[in-house]
């Protein structure tokens, strides 16, 4: 089990649909990040927050839509997917700060699978 | 642009030591990280190097080079459950408001056998 716990752990959903991924941390971290994961890839940095507001989109489709509600809360809102956006969607959370050992936890993901 | 190299796949032998090279090319470097990820699992923190050296930690020692961008993670005394996926990281000046972003490289899978 980690730190960084996400919901659901499965997900399985048609083009048309609308659904939510949840991230929630307790370690008072107030960075925290999407990543996008495919099988035999590394994870890719889709958005970062910090202090509850959005500091990188890396050029993520608006099908996307991020959300922090508060410095334990993370969701990612999933609208009008397609299949290619298949994969496994990692929450990470770290300290924010300029230097020193600073690493990002991560969930244990999201499998979402598009129809 | 940024990019990270490392080897696609090592095999070593248990009760042997590896080494994992990591090469990078960056601008707005502010430290290396080497994550190990299982397969179906969440990567998990190993190493963080931000100035030149070795760091020791355990079985795992990480070494990095600023002047030639270069990093190595090694394995001491393998076991078996160390076969998984090393992920060398760098963190790097990122977005509008001069945040940070850590880039992944593609990973090493390490097999180690009996």
């Known amino acids: 089990d980690t730190e960084v716990t996400q919901t659901p752990k499965h997900l399985v959903m048609g083009m048309t649909n609308k659904k939510s991924l949840k991230c929630e941390q307790h370690?008072?971290?107030?960075?925290m990040y999407w990543y996008k994961q495919k099988a035999k890839k590394p994870p890719e940095l889709m958005f970062v927050?910090?202090?509850?507001?959005?500091?990188i989109n890396e050029s993520v489709p608006s099908r996307f839509s991020p959300e922090c509600p508060n410095s334990s809360l993370l969701n990612l809102h999933l609208h009008a997917l397609q299949p290619e956006d298949s994969a496994l969607y990692l929450c990470?959370?770290?300290?924010?700060?300029?230097?020193?050992?600073?690493?990002?936890?991560f969930g244990d993901g999201t499998r979402l699978s598009i129809l | 642009g940024q990019n990270i190299d490392q080897p696609t796949e090592m095999t070593a032998t248990e009760g042997a030591i590896v080494q994992i090279n990591c090469t990078y090319q960056?601008?707005?470097?502010?430290?290396l990280f080497w994550y190990q990820q299982h397969a179906g699992e969440a990567p998990t923190f190993l190493s963080y190097?931000?100035?030149?050296g070795l760091e020791e930690k355990g079985r795992f020692s990480s070494f990095l080079s600023r002047s030639k961008g270069y990093s190595y993670l090694l394995l001491k005394e393998l076991q078996m459950k160390d076969s998984a996926s090393y992920l060398c990281a760098v963190r790097v000046r990122g977005g509008n408001t001069g945040g940070f972003k850590t880039i992944f490289g593609a990973g090493t899978r390490l097999f180690v056998k009996a």
């Open positions: 927050y910090s202090y509850e507001k959005l500091s």
């Open positions: 960056t601008s707005g470097f502010n430290g």
């Open positions: 190097n931000v100035l030149d």
């Open positions: 370690m008072g971290h107030r960075a």
């Open positions: 990470a959370s770290s300290p924010v700060g300029v230097g020193g050992n600073q690493p990002q936890h």
